[in-house]
C-alpha cells in the first residue's frame, strides 16, 4: 500500500490492479481501479503483484512480482516504464518471492523474501540491497533478514528516523486459516552484504484489534505532526477473511 497524495491511498493485487481511494477520514472523492497491465494473459503469473515502494518526489512507483523474479517500475500514471528480472532472485521459492520491499529515502532498495533458507530456520529470510532502480542494471548484494521464529515478512515502511517498520505474519491452523501479526523495527543503515539484519518486536496485533491477513503498510507524517501507519489485509477471495483499513497512531517516544 501507497500514499500519492496526502488524501488518497494506492493498494496494489496479486491479480495486477491498483485500487486508488481516499483515505476514511478525507473529503470523498471518486475510486480509482486499474489493471496494471492491457493484456489479461497469464493473469496470475504475469500479475502477482507482492511489494510495492514509492518515490515521493517523482512519484515512481516499483512493484515486486512473484514468480517472474523481477521488479517492474511504473509511472505516476501506473503505466509501466520499465522490467527486469533479477538473477539474484532465481533461487527464490516461485511462490515466495520479493513479498516486502522498500525505497529507502536515500534511494537504495531494500527486498525481502517470505522464504526461509532451510530447515529449523523460521525466523531467517533471504533479502537483497540494491544500489539503486532495480528495474536497470544494477548488482544486489545478498543478505540475511531475521525477524521472529515462525513469521514472514509481508510489507514494511520507513519511519521519518530512517528505520523501518516491517509486518510479519503467521499462518496459524487448523482450518480455516487465522493468522497471527507482529510488527518489527529495524534499521537498514545496520544492513551488510552478506551479514544478518535483525529486527525487534514494536508491537503484537492482536485482540482487540482485528486480525486478519495484513499485507500492506504505508506511513505518514501528518500536518498536525502526527505520525500515523495505514495497515491494510487481503482476503485472498476466502470467505473466511476480511479485508481491513487500520490507521494507527505511533507514539514515536516507544520507538
Not at 108 to 125: D, S
Request: one cysteine or more; charged letters at 25%; aromatic letters at 8%.
Amino acid at each position: 500500500m501507497l500514499i500519492p497524495q496526502s488524501d488518497r491511498l494506492l493498494a496494489l493485487s496479486d491479480r495486477g490492479y491498483s485500487l486508488e481511494f481516499s483515505k476514511p477520514d478525507a473529503p470523498r472523492m471518486p475510486i480509482r481501479i486499474n489493471p496494471l497491465l492491457e493484456d489479461s494473459a497469464r493473469l496470475k503469473d504475469n500479475r502477482d503483484v507482492e511489494s510495492a515502494t514509492r518515490d515521493p518526489q517523482s512519484g515512481l512507483v516499483w512493484i515486486g512480482l512473484e514468480g517472474r523474479d523481477a521488479f517492474a517500475r511504473h509511472g505516476p500514471d501506473m503505466q509501466r516504464q520499465n522490467f527486469r528480472q533479477i538473477p539474484e532472485m532465481a533461487k527464490w521459492p516461485q511462490n515466495q518471492g520479493p513479498e516486502a520491499m522498500l525505497r529507502l529515502r536515500d534511494g537504495r532498495f531494500v527486498a525481502l523474501c517470505e522464504c526461509n533458507p532451510g530447515w529449523f530456520q523460521g525466523g531467517r529470510h533471504p533479502a537483497l540491497l540494491i544500489g539503486g532502480d532495480p528495474t536497470q542494471d544494477i548488482a544486489a548484494s545478498s543478505f540475511t533478514f531475521v525477524g521472529i521464529d515462525g513469521y514472514r515478512p509481508t510489507d514494511m515502511a520507513q519511519l521519518p528516523d530512517g528505520r523501518v517498520l516491517i509486518i510479519v505474519r503467521r499462518l496459524v491452523w487448523p482450518v480455516p486459516a487465522r493468522f497471527a501479526i507482529k510488527i518489527l523495527i529495524a534499521d537498514p543503515a545496520e544492513i551488510e552484504p552478506g551479514k544478518v539484519w535483525q529486527a525487534r518486536e514494536l508491537a503484537d496485533l492482536a485482540d482487540p484489534w482485528p486480525v486478519d491477513n495484513y499485507e500492506g503498510l504505508a506511513i505518514e507524517q501528518q500536518t498536525d505532526g502526527k505520525l500515523i501507519a495505514w495497515i491494510i489485509s487481503d482476503e485472498n477471495g476466502a470467505v473466511t477473511q476480511r479485508v481491513l483499513l487500520l490507521k494507527v497512531v505511533i507514539d514515536e517516544s516507544k520507538l
